[in-house]
Nanobody
Framework: QVQLVESGGGLVQAGGSLRLSCAAS????????MGWYRQAPGKQRELVAA???????MYADSVKGRFTISGDNTKNTVYLQMNSLKPEDTAVYYC????????????WGQGTQVTVSS
């Protein structure tokens, strides 16, 4: 059973930084594409960043230059470093995983709230 557990959310002022962590169980981390999604109230869930084989493969335009996705194979953990946060970054952030040969994100964490105050 694959489990993804996020941590690191919280309340921060605009311009501040947060680092989210996603700990993955089992061996999925080394064989999967990992991603961070977010969902703001009243909006659709959107993919923010993705990493595969230790290489970042995607950033949403809204976060380019401010967010960095990275991974630590030894800890089976994916990180999302978020800098220069804006109020519009406020959302529940979810860690997700999919096989590298599919577009279906089959594994999800429980989500962590990020709130950016103006």
């Amino acid at each position: 059973q694959v489990q993804l557990v996020e941590s690191g959310g919280g309340l921060v002022q605009a311009g501040g930084s947060l680092r989210l962590s996603c700990a993955a169980s089992g061996s999925i981390f080394s064989s999967a594409t990992m991603g961070w999604y977010r969902q703001a109230p009243g909006k659709q869930r959107e993919l923010v960043a993705a990493i595969s084989g230790g290489v970042a493969i995607m950033y949403a335009d809204s976060v380019k230059g401010r967010f960095t996705i990275s991974g630590d194979n030894t800890k089976n953990t994916v990180y999302l470093q978020m800098n220069s946060l804006k109020p519009e970054d406020t959302a529940v952030y979810y860690c997700a995983a999919r096989g590298r040969d599919t577009d279906y994100w089959g594994y999800w964490g429980q989500g962590t709230q990020v709130t950016v105050s103006s």
